[in-house]
């Protein structure tokens, strides 16, 4: 090779390497596909309106992001606590079931279910949230959201004393009890 060949080619490689590192460094996400950028970036969007208080603009902000991938289950989630943070009790419930009908990652469903049964609760309808922690305790036995939240709607319906037969049932179950036998006194 010719000392002039040797040396564009050496710079050819240079110029190569230097756009790479440009677009690289720019902040494009080259390896994503746009629209896993684009509902990240909205779903962190949200939750910084909901987190700042704006509720409204948290709820246009998932829904853009539904508009990018339907059925969204995280986006789902987050407008849910959003609707449920402006009193909009009907609409989270509506929300989480939207979620649920479609594929939840494990860790999500027990959450779904403990912000539905909270807004249930949250409008005195303390059969209708019992119902949800058990479909929410069968998918998912462990959840801490769960159990914290059957024993605040315990605490709110005024659950009577425990039993005797009651105390040997697990604690998940025991609250169950509870709730039910204050609910038909």
């Known amino acids: 090779m010719a ?31 746009p629209e896993e950028t684009s509902i990240r970036e ?6 910084r309106h909901h987190d700042e208080g704006d509720f409204e603009g948290a709820v246009a902000t998932f829904r853009r992001a539904l508009d990018v991938d339907p059925g969204n289950p995280f986006a789902l989630y987050e407008m849910a606590n959003s609707f449920a ?7 989270c419930v509506v929300t989480v079931d939207q979620a649920l009908a479609g594929d939840v990652p494990e860790e999500l469903a027990g959450p779904l279910h403990a912000e ?14 019992l119902d949800r922690f058990e479909a929410g305790l069968k998918r ?11 024993a605040v709607t315990l605490s709110l319906a005024g659950a009577a ?14 609250q169950v009890d509870l709730l039910v036998q204050a609910l038909r006194t």
């Not at 040396?7 to 902040?27: E, F, H, K, N, P």
């Not at 943070?85 to 609409?91: H, L, S, T």
């Open 3 to 33: 000392p002039a060949e040797e040396m564009s080619s050496r710079l050819q490689g240079r110029l190569v390497s230097a756009l790479a590192a440009m677009v690289l460094t720019s902040g494009v996400a080259v390896a994503q596909p």
């Open 42 to 47: 909205l779903l962190r969007e949200g939750v």
């Open 85 to 91: 943070a402006m009193g909009r009790y009907d609409e």
């Open 116 to 129: 539905a049964a909270s807004c249930l609760s949250e409008k005195g309808d303390a059969a209708a949230a």
């Open 140 to 150: 998912s036995p462990d959840d801490v959201s769960l159990h914290f939240n059957i």
């Open 161 to 174: 004393a425990e039993t005797e037969e009651q105390q040997a049932k697990s604690e998940t179950q025991r």
